[in-house]
């Protein structure tokens, strides 16, 4: 069996290939970004100072096919005197394919209602509803990820190929 990496002939369709398969590779690379992200801010937020906070809005929106529902909750709160305004519930996926899902996360914030806010010690503009970790949303993207680099090895195979003929232009 052939390496994966062996040499092989350049054309216009491997260009194109190519470009696309760049394309892609970067998405991969900021869903990866993305799924750390959430790791290391919702692992802190465990941590985080907690203050008083009240819900000013709480609904569940549509948007897009990926994850159309989600619960849209907006909350206040102040650090220091400052008053900041969140919409974050916590670090990871916050979409919903069932109305009825998006609608019961709603109905635990309603307007009004006073509740604890997390927010970062030195940046309190950071804050969630909910501390800690959703590995499960974490695990999903970096799985995500993960098949989209291995279905991505026919573009690494043409990228070094073609890196000689790229490098020579």
Do not use: C, K
Not at 43 to 55: K, L, N, P, Q
Not at 77 to 84: A, K, L, Q, S
Not at 100 to 118: F, H
Request: net charge positive; proline share 7%.
């Amino acid at each position: 069996m052939p390496s994966p990496f062996a040499p092989i002939a350049f054309s216009q369709f491997s260009a194109t290939f190519l470009l696309v398969g760049a394309a892609v590779l970067i998405g991969m690379l900021a869903q990866i970004a993305i799924a750390v992200r959430d790791l290391v801010l919702g692992r802190g937020s465990a941590s985080w100072s907690a203050v008083d906070g009240v819900i000013t809005d709480s609904g569940v929106v549509r948007r897009g096919t990926r994850n159309p529902y989600r619960a849209a909750i907006a909350y206040r709160y102040t650090v220091e005197g400052r008053t900041y305004r969140g919409q974050r519930r916590h670090y990871g996926a916050e979409g919903s394919y069932l109305p009825a899902g998006a609608a019961a996360i709603a109905a635990r914030y309603p307007v009004g209602a006073v509740v604890t806010i997390y927010h970062h010690p030195t940046r309190p503009g950071l804050a969630v509803l909910e501390p800690g970790v959703v590995l499960a949303d974490a695990l999903m993207r970096l799985g995500q990820a993960a098949l989209g680099l291995v279905l991505l090895m026919p573009f690494l195979r043409l990228f070094l190929s073609a890196m000689p003929f790229l490098l020579a232009r």
